[in-house]
């Protein structure tokens, strides 16, 4: 995508505030260049990433989130219609609800993921920029006869902040539609956790605010002036919380082949006791089974080379590709690190060589890939070996008839 293409001017809110630096892909941030192109040059940073993500911590940042996309569903079936084509219950959401969804294909891989909010006339989807056009499409592929719309929302876009001190001067200012408040890493009603223990999540309360476009820029800078020590933060200080936080994202951690349980999307975006939807039987196979075909990991980068692995390099082990880098960054407190897509029978104590930087993991996914829901002996266990046999006919071999001849 050109630079033409995007217009950064027209289409994102603090393109043009002074200081700011661009995500144009690639060519903006090094480590980003296999990463998806932002379908909106948001700024990446505004000359400090490591003041900026100290700031919203602090509940003093706020982001310029305009590359992320809005699809507004509309009509009186909206959520009952929503909740049977997608892994999470929508039916019954009110205005100061936040949900998270998945849309999966029939065999339990990810295609879409969504946040969802609801003002009790409409449900707003918000994904990644580049996936909004086709989730837009598919939805209305499914609509049939029931009393549904579906659009890509252009009139909207998104800011993000972090922590409850933010949302004074955005939530209920003029301009401002909606807040989707982050369940991660809770588990919601229906969910289940991968991840058993203390979580870097915990405590980091992470807000997306929906704006009327034409409104947005004038919030954003009454929100600036609104308190002492405000700033605007980019892109890569709202990376490094989230990869802190372990938290998957759409086009990083997300490929053709990713299911939710590899992720631990269970918690947040899959209710385990809903009726069917496309993908369900592969959710619950691996929820009574374990033994996801890959695992999501935190890396703990060496960073005394100072540069940073791409995003979409592969991690290889004697000569054999053993997983993928899918997100990475270089936190304030922390130094470099990531996330990645490992196959599962990995070694959880085995150090990574990523092309010359070493790279310790920190486990997300358990290697037998249990969840707390998952039943502690698989099911059918009771019935191996000789209990489906009537205690009156031997086994095959030794004395038995057939072994005798």
Known sequence: MSEAEMDPSSSSVLATWPGAVLDKGGAGDPTHAKAPTPSVAVPLHH????????????????????????????????????????????????????????????????????????????????????????????????????????????????????????????????GHASTWA????????????????????????????????????????????????????????????????????????????????????????????????????????????GRPPRRLVMLQLDGSRGDLPEVGAAIERSGRRIGTLTSVARHADMGPIALALLARNVPGDLVLDLGGIAAAQELIIPIDGRAAASPAERPGAELREGALRRPDVRAFGGASGMGAR
């Open 182 to 289: 982050d369940p991660w890493p809770g588990v919601v009603p229906g969910g289940t956790e991968y991840h058993q223990g203390p979580h870097p999540a915990a405590g980091v309360e992470v807000f997306l605010h929906l704006v009327h476009r034409d409104s947005a820029r004038a919030l954003a800078e009454a929100w600036l002036g609104g308190a002492d020590k405000r700033r605007f933060a980019g892109l890569l200080a709202w990376e490094a919380i989230r990869i802190a936080c372990w938290r998957p994202r759409l086009g990083y951690e997300v490929d053709s082949r990713t299911v939710p349980a590899e992720v631990d999307w269970l918690r947040t975006a899959v209710h385990t006791h809903k009726g069917c939807y496309r993908g369900q039987e592969s959710v619950a196979r691996i929820l009574n089974l």
């Open 47 to 174: 000359g400090d990433p490591a003041g900026e993500q100290w700031a919203l911590e602090a509940g003093r940042g706020l982001v310029d989130r305009s590359d992320l996309g809005i699809v507004r569903v509309d009509g009186p079936d909206r959520q009952r219609w929503l909740t049977s084509l997608t892994s999470q219950v929508i039916e019954g959401m009110g205005p100061a609800d936040s949900r998270e969804l998945l849309i999966l294909d029939p065999q339990g891989h990810v295609e879409h993921a969504a946040a969802v909010v609801d003002d009790g006339a409409s449900t707003w989807l918000v994904t990644e920029g580049f996936a909004a056009p086709a989730l837009a499409a598919w939805l209305d592929s499914m609509r049939f006869m029931l009393r549904v719309e579906v659009a890509v929302d252009e009139s909207m876009v998104v800011l993000g902040t972090v922590g409850a001190a933010s949302l004074e001067g955005v939530v209920g200012a003029a």
